[in-house]
C-alpha cells in the first residue's frame, strides 16, 4: 500500500471531508497540519503547486483537494490507487 499524506489544517471542512473518505476507505495516512508551520505550507506548495488545502498525496500521485479525491472515487479510480 502506498503512502498516503494529506496537508491539512486544523478547521478546514474540505480537510475533514478527506480523511472521512479515506478512513471509509480503510486506509492509513499521515496529516501534516500546516497552520503555523511555514515550513510545512512551503513544502505543500512546492510538492501541489498551489495554495488550498487538503493537498493530498497517494505515494508520488498529487491527487489534488477533496474534490479531486471525491472524483476519483466516484469514477472508481480511487481503489487502484490506494491498492497499488
Given at each position: 500500500m502506498p503512502k498516503i499524506e494529506v496537508y491539512c489544517t486544523q478547521t478546514c471542512p474540505y480537510c475533514r471531508m478527506a480523511e472521512a473518505l479515506l478512513e471509509r476507505k480503510g486506509v492509513e495516512y499521515t496529516k501534516i497540519f500546516i497552520d503555523g508551520d511555514a515550513e510545512a505550507w512551503s513544502q505543500m506548495e512546492l510538492r501541489s503547486k498551489r495554495k488550498t488545502v487538503p493537498q493530498i498525496f497517494i505515494g508520488d500521485y498529487h491527487v489534488g483537494g477533496f474534490d479531486d479525491l471525491s472524483a476519483l472515487n466516484?469514477?472508481?479510480?480511487?481503489?487502484?490507487?490506494?491498492?497499488?
Open positions: 466516484a469514477a472508481g479510480e480511487l481503489d487502484p490507487l490506494l491498492e497499488a
